[in-house]
């Protein structure tokens, strides 16, 4: 066919107004809950703060809410409504972190029912404004906050750390929160989330926090008696913070031509093996951890991963590259919205290929070094581990890829299963030595995962030491009466827990 039109004729224009589920669109971006709180602190460092308060609102054991509250410029009021306007124009600064018009908003929503927003400058009186998912879902309004609220709100944290001038966002019903917080739920849950907290913002905010001039502070509080239970400040985890480099001739600064783009500089680093500081094992996996950490204005929004470049692989795991974007992305580099990754074109895996360091040195070689130095240390780390049973179905992905890192496997055997079934007699578990299955009696379920919803790699404790206890009876094609002696034992020991956790629970009831 030759009637083909490179161009679509149009015959004019029209204004679709969004439907008012576009709101939850907006609140179903996937953030977790940590870079979502990571996004307001974005905001606040955009806006000159120089301490940020997350603060933590209990009422005796529930969770009421969650305030970031910061010293930065402010907002009057046509500055609050265009931060409260979906895909609001802002002038971002060419050092500034937000891009979109849309995390406050989205990150927002996706964790609570409603977000409030109140700021001042020094020459402007408080305002405040309010997104409650459900009036926005109906009629798209933004309420106003009452100005004398407004004003309380904010001298609820004067000089901690609000003077002349500062914001505070407010998220209400918070979903992430436990529903009901007695049996120390909200305790046990606060220690699990603030140190996931604590860790992100301290990774990807690494460079701010090492300055003298900037800080972040987590605190708890209960809202009707004044106590104070928690107040620390975020420290920095420097993800190339090692010691000793892992190679005495790493780092090195190589350059990539991206065609169209310019060279880009990339710091690549060898960490110290078998290091146990936090920038190095508490970054995911030891596969999630290595590859390209991508800057944008000093803040981290990628940390690991080879992007289509390569496969992650156990000897490249001391191999670290720091990249700090362009100022102009190009078409090379793609940042998502929630700044949690960034999205390279074949052109920037094309430019690795061919990236040098001064010395004429190349990447690839550079790669070759971290496999060396990765292999080395094993060398000469000591006694070789015996092989074990691979872990299989049952089993957390998370938790088989630490057994992999840690252990050798034997070959050319079927790894090992764990499945949820009715057992009789009462026992804990049952073992199919030939096919490489334990089976977990159903009726302690409920007891184990403490009334939870189970699945598919639920009850990674148990299971996990299980199969470490296990092993060597798999590996055997009988048991002799000492090894069925202490089986039995540990029949009746987990049995005897399992039932007091079963009578636990009804008591609770």
């Known amino acids: 066919m030759t009637d083909w039109r490179f161009d679509v004729p149009t015959t004019g224009s029209k204004i679709l107004v969004p439907d008012a589920r576009s709101w939850e669109a907006l609140s179903s971006q ?98 405040g404004r309010r997104w409650a998912m459900e009036r926005a879902k109906s009629d798209h309004r933004c309420d106003i906050v009452d100005p004398g609220y407004a004003q309380t709100l904010l001298d609820r944290y004067y000089d901690r750390p609000i003077t002349w001038q500062g914001t505070v966002v407010r998220w209400d019903g918070v979903k992430d929160f436990p529903r009901h917080g007695g049996g120390g739920q909200t305790d046990r849950y606060l220690n699990r989330i603030i ?12 460079r701010f926090l090492a300055r003298e001039d900037f800080n972040i502070t987590i605190a708890v509080e209960d809202v009707r008696t004044g106590t104070v239970y928690l107040d620390f400040g975020v420290q920095p985890v420097d993800p190339f913070g090692y010691p000793v480099s892992g190679d005495p001739t790493y780092p090195r600064r190589f350059t990539a031509p991206i065609a169209g783009q310019g060279d880009v500089a990339l710091r690549a680093h060898i960490w110290t093996p078998r290091s146990n500081l936090d920038g190095y094992k508490a970054i995911g996996s030891v596969l999630e951890r290595q590859g390209f950490y991508f800057y944008r204005n000093d803040r ?11 496969q992650a692989e156990q000897h490249l795991s001391l191999a670290r590259v720091a990249i700090d974007l362009p100022p102009n992305l190009g078409d090379a580099f793609r940042l998502t919205v929630k700044k949690s ?74 790894p090992v299963e764990i499945r949820w079934q009715k057992l009789e007699g009462g026992e804990f578990f049952d073992l199919d030595r030939e096919n490489h299955v334990i089976r977990l009696n159903s009726m302690y379920r409920t007891a184990i995962l403490g009334g939870r919803r189970g699945g598919l790699n639920d009850a990674p404790m148990i299971k996990s030491l299980l199969y470490l206890m296990l092993q060597q009876v798999f590996q055997k094609a009988h048991s ?28 609770d009831d």
């Not at 140190?195 to 690494?206: E, P, V, W």
């Open 30 to 127: 996937g953030y977790d809950f940590e870079v979502a709180v990571a996004d307001l602190v974005d905001n606040s460092v955009d806006a000159g703060a120089r301490d940020v308060v997350i603060h933590f609102l209990r009422d005796g054991d529930r969770l009421v809410s969650l305030l970031v509250v910061d010293d930065g410029w402010g907002m009057d009021e046509e500055g609050l409504d265009v931060a409260m306007t979906v895909g609001g124009r802002q002038d971002y600064g060419a050092k500034a972190l937000g891009m979109f018009g849309t995390g406050l908003k989205s990150a927002s929503l996706s964790q609570a029912d409603s977000v409030t927003v109140v700021s001042k400058t020094r020459r402007t009186r408080p305002v």
């Open 195 to 206: 140190a996931r907290l604590g860790l992100h913002l301290g990774l990807h905010l690494h």
């Open 341 to 414: 990754g960034v999205e390279t074109s074949p052109d920037f895996a094309s430019s690795l290929e061919q990236a040098q360091d001064a010395d004429g040195t190349s990447f690839l070689e550079y790669l070759a070094a971290a496999q060396d130095a990765y292999r080395e240390a094993r060398r000469r780390s000591g006694p070789t581990r015996e092989p074990v049973i691979p872990p299989g179905k049952g089993i957390p992905p998370e938790i088989r890829q630490v057994i992999k890192e840690e252990l050798p496997f034997r070959e050319y055997e079927d």
């Open 300 to 310: 981290l929004v990628q940390a690991g991963g080879w992007n289509k470049f390569r």
């Open 480 to 507: 002799g009466p000492r090894e069925k002696d202490t089986l039995q034992l540990w029949q009746s020991i987990l049995v005897a827990a399992a039932r007091s956790e079963l009578d636990r629970l009804v008591e």
